[in-house]
Protein backbone atom coordinates (compact mmCIF):
# COMPACT_ATOMS: atom_id res chain seq x y z
CA UNK A 1 0.00 0.00 0.00
CA UNK A 2 1.70 3.33 -1.29
CA UNK A 3 1.63 6.18 1.00
CA UNK A 4 -1.09 8.32 -0.94
CA UNK A 5 -4.01 5.60 -0.18
CA UNK A 6 -2.63 5.39 3.77
CA UNK A 7 -3.29 9.02 3.83
CA UNK A 8 -6.77 9.12 1.87
CA UNK A 9 -7.49 6.22 4.49
CA UNK A 10 -6.64 8.34 7.48
CA UNK A 11 -8.88 11.33 6.05
CA UNK A 12 -11.97 9.55 5.26
CA UNK A 13 -11.67 7.78 8.41
CA UNK A 14 -11.37 11.14 10.51
CA UNK A 15 -14.34 12.91 8.36
CA UNK A 16 -16.39 9.79 9.28
CA UNK A 17 -15.35 10.24 12.98
CA UNK A 18 -13.10 13.95 13.52
CA UNK A 19 -12.93 13.16 17.67
CA UNK A 20 -12.77 9.40 18.06
CA UNK A 21 -12.94 8.75 21.95
CA UNK A 22 -12.22 5.36 24.02
CA UNK A 23 -15.36 3.56 24.65
CA UNK A 24 -14.20 2.70 28.05
CA UNK A 25 -15.70 4.98 30.73
CA UNK A 26 -12.62 6.90 33.47
CA UNK A 27 -12.51 10.51 34.57
CA UNK A 28 -9.09 10.31 35.61
CA UNK A 29 -5.75 8.26 34.40
CA UNK A 30 -6.06 6.05 37.21
CA UNK A 31 -9.33 5.18 36.30
CA UNK A 32 -8.29 4.94 32.45
CA UNK A 33 -5.55 2.35 33.88
CA UNK A 34 -8.16 0.05 35.88
CA UNK A 35 -10.48 0.41 33.06
CA UNK A 36 -7.89 -1.22 30.80
CA UNK A 37 -6.40 -3.48 32.83
CA UNK A 38 -9.99 -5.46 33.71
CA UNK A 39 -10.69 -4.85 30.09
CA UNK A 40 -8.11 -8.01 28.88
CA UNK A 41 -10.18 -10.52 27.18
CA UNK A 42 -13.40 -8.71 28.31
CA UNK A 43 -15.89 -6.26 26.83
CA UNK A 44 -15.77 -2.54 26.95
CA UNK A 45 -19.42 -3.03 27.44
CA UNK A 46 -18.76 -5.51 30.45
CA UNK A 47 -15.99 -3.38 32.04
CA UNK A 48 -18.13 -0.23 32.42
CA UNK A 49 -20.84 -1.72 34.12
CA UNK A 50 -18.23 -3.41 36.69
CA UNK A 51 -16.91 0.19 37.16
CA UNK A 52 -19.80 1.88 37.61
CA UNK A 53 -20.24 0.23 40.48
CA UNK A 54 -16.25 0.01 41.54
CA UNK A 55 -15.39 3.67 40.86
CA UNK A 56 -17.96 5.67 42.86
CA UNK A 57 -16.34 3.11 46.06
CA UNK A 58 -12.68 3.22 45.07
CA UNK A 59 -11.48 5.70 42.44
CA UNK A 60 -7.64 6.23 44.13
CA UNK A 61 -4.61 3.92 44.69
CA UNK A 62 -5.09 4.21 48.56
CA UNK A 63 -8.89 3.83 47.92
CA UNK A 64 -8.58 0.82 45.86
CA UNK A 65 -5.91 -0.67 48.44
CA UNK A 66 -8.17 -0.36 51.52
CA UNK A 67 -10.88 -2.33 49.43
CA UNK A 68 -8.13 -5.40 49.45
CA UNK A 69 -8.30 -8.22 47.18
CA UNK A 70 -11.22 -9.71 48.18
CA UNK A 71 -13.24 -6.54 48.05
CA UNK A 72 -12.15 -5.36 45.12
CA UNK A 73 -13.49 -8.75 43.59
CA UNK A 74 -16.96 -8.26 44.39
CA UNK A 75 -17.34 -5.35 42.73
CA UNK A 76 -15.53 -7.44 39.12
CA UNK A 77 -16.45 -10.68 39.41
CA UNK A 78 -18.56 -10.63 36.63
CA UNK A 79 -15.47 -9.88 34.05
CA UNK A 80 -13.13 -12.57 32.89
CA UNK A 81 -10.04 -13.73 35.20
CA UNK A 82 -11.33 -11.50 37.73
CA UNK A 83 -8.98 -13.16 40.41
CA UNK A 84 -5.93 -12.70 38.21
CA UNK A 85 -6.89 -8.81 37.50
CA UNK A 86 -7.44 -8.35 40.77
CA UNK A 87 -4.47 -9.52 42.14
CA UNK A 88 -2.51 -6.99 40.24
CA UNK A 89 -4.65 -4.07 40.84
CA UNK A 90 -4.31 -4.45 44.25
CA UNK A 91 -0.23 -4.65 43.75
CA UNK A 92 -0.58 -2.02 41.38
CA UNK A 93 -2.07 0.30 43.77
CA UNK A 94 0.07 -0.52 46.28
CA UNK A 95 3.53 0.23 43.77
CA UNK A 96 1.77 3.15 42.68
CA UNK A 97 1.58 4.78 46.41
CA UNK A 98 5.48 3.62 47.32
CA UNK A 99 6.91 4.53 44.25
CA UNK A 100 5.02 7.53 42.67
CA UNK A 101 2.67 9.32 45.06
CA UNK A 102 -0.48 7.84 43.87
CA UNK A 103 0.14 9.35 40.43
CA UNK A 104 -0.20 7.34 37.34
CA UNK A 105 3.57 7.64 35.63
CA UNK A 106 3.76 9.12 31.88
CA UNK A 107 6.23 6.46 30.69
CA UNK A 108 6.65 3.73 29.35
CA UNK A 109 9.42 2.16 31.77
CA UNK A 110 7.57 3.16 34.81
CA UNK A 111 3.93 1.99 33.10
CA UNK A 112 5.18 -1.69 32.33
CA UNK A 113 7.03 -2.17 35.68
CA UNK A 114 3.21 -2.47 36.94
CA UNK A 115 1.83 -5.56 37.85
CA UNK A 116 -0.64 -6.07 34.88
CA UNK A 117 0.38 -3.48 33.12
CA UNK A 118 1.63 -4.87 29.52
CA UNK A 119 2.68 -2.89 26.64
CA UNK A 120 -0.76 -2.61 25.37
CA UNK A 121 -1.91 -0.98 28.21
CA UNK A 122 1.04 1.13 28.69
CA UNK A 123 0.34 2.34 25.14
CA UNK A 124 -3.80 3.08 25.64
CA UNK A 125 -2.70 5.15 29.10
CA UNK A 126 -0.20 6.91 27.22
CA UNK A 127 -2.05 8.19 24.18
CA UNK A 128 -5.66 8.50 26.05
CA UNK A 129 -4.38 10.14 29.27
CA UNK A 130 -0.69 11.94 28.39
CA UNK A 131 -1.88 12.64 24.44
CA UNK A 132 1.25 10.67 23.33
CA UNK A 133 0.95 9.71 19.45
CA UNK A 134 1.16 5.95 20.60
CA UNK A 135 -1.11 2.61 19.04
CA UNK A 136 -2.07 0.09 21.52
CA UNK A 137 -2.52 -2.91 18.73
CA UNK A 138 -5.47 -5.53 19.76
CA UNK A 139 -6.88 -8.01 18.09
CA UNK A 140 -9.07 -5.28 16.11
CA UNK A 141 -6.13 -3.07 14.75
CA UNK A 142 -3.97 -6.40 14.29
CA UNK A 143 -6.20 -7.52 11.96
CA UNK A 144 -7.35 -4.50 10.04
CA UNK A 145 -3.39 -3.54 9.21
CA UNK A 146 -3.16 -6.91 8.13
CA UNK A 147 -6.62 -7.44 6.21
CA UNK A 148 -6.44 -4.15 4.32
CA UNK A 149 -2.42 -4.54 3.65
CA UNK A 150 -1.58 -1.01 5.99
CA UNK A 151 0.87 -2.15 7.73
CA UNK A 152 0.72 -5.93 7.70
CA UNK A 153 3.01 -7.97 10.40
CA UNK A 154 3.25 -11.10 11.78
CA UNK A 155 2.97 -9.85 15.97
CA UNK A 156 1.34 -7.40 17.37
CA UNK A 157 4.84 -5.64 18.38
CA UNK A 158 5.11 -5.83 14.43
CA UNK A 159 2.42 -4.05 13.67
CA UNK A 160 2.61 -1.03 16.11
CA UNK A 161 6.21 -0.80 14.86
CA UNK A 162 5.07 -0.67 11.32
CA UNK A 163 1.93 1.97 11.55
CA UNK A 164 4.34 4.26 13.97
CA UNK A 165 6.34 4.50 10.81
CA UNK A 166 3.59 4.77 8.00
CA UNK A 167 0.62 6.54 9.49
CA UNK A 168 0.99 9.97 8.25
CA UNK A 169 1.81 12.36 11.37
CA UNK A 170 -1.30 14.01 11.67
CA UNK A 171 -3.39 11.56 12.20
CA UNK A 172 -1.17 9.64 14.96
CA UNK A 173 -2.73 10.60 17.84
CA UNK A 174 -5.82 9.26 17.14
CA UNK A 175 -5.17 6.15 14.69
CA UNK A 176 -5.04 3.93 17.55
CA UNK A 177 -9.12 4.82 18.04
CA UNK A 178 -9.92 5.04 14.20
CA UNK A 179 -8.59 1.57 13.87
CA UNK A 180 -9.94 0.04 16.99
CA UNK A 181 -13.84 1.39 15.81
CA UNK A 182 -12.91 0.05 12.15
CA UNK A 183 -12.33 -2.85 13.44
CA UNK A 184 -15.16 -3.78 15.98
CA UNK A 185 -17.60 -2.35 13.80
CA UNK A 186 -16.95 -2.51 10.44
CA UNK A 187 -14.12 -4.91 9.58
CA UNK A 188 -14.88 -7.74 11.68
CA UNK A 189 -13.75 -10.63 12.14
CA UNK A 190 -15.85 -13.40 10.44
CA UNK A 191 -17.74 -11.02 7.91
CA UNK A 192 -16.38 -8.07 7.05
CA UNK A 193 -19.09 -4.97 6.35
CA UNK A 194 -17.46 -4.25 3.16
CA UNK A 195 -20.61 -2.52 1.56
CA UNK A 196 -20.71 -0.11 4.57
CA UNK A 197 -17.28 0.37 4.72
CA UNK A 198 -16.06 4.24 3.87
CA UNK A 199 -12.62 3.19 2.53
CA UNK A 200 -13.69 -0.46 0.63
CA UNK A 201 -12.29 1.38 -2.60
CA UNK A 202 -8.77 1.56 -0.97
CA UNK A 203 -8.85 -1.32 1.06
CA UNK A 204 -6.10 -4.26 -0.30
CA UNK A 205 -8.52 -7.05 1.16
CA UNK A 206 -8.88 -9.24 -2.15
CA UNK A 207 -12.23 -11.17 -0.27
CA UNK A 208 -14.65 -8.28 0.00
CA UNK A 209 -18.09 -8.84 0.84
CA UNK A 210 -21.66 -7.68 -0.40
Not at 49 to 77: C, D, S, Y
Amino acid sequence: MNAEKRHEIFERLRAENPHPATELHYASPFELMMAVILSAQATDKGVNKATARLFPVANTPAAMLALGEEGLREHIKTIGLFNSKGKNIIETCRLLLERHRGQVPDNRAALEALPGVGRKTANVVLNIAFGHPTLAVDTHIFRVANRINLAPGKTPLEVEKRLLRLVPREFLQDAHHWLILHGRYTCIARRPRCGACVIEDLCEFKEKTG
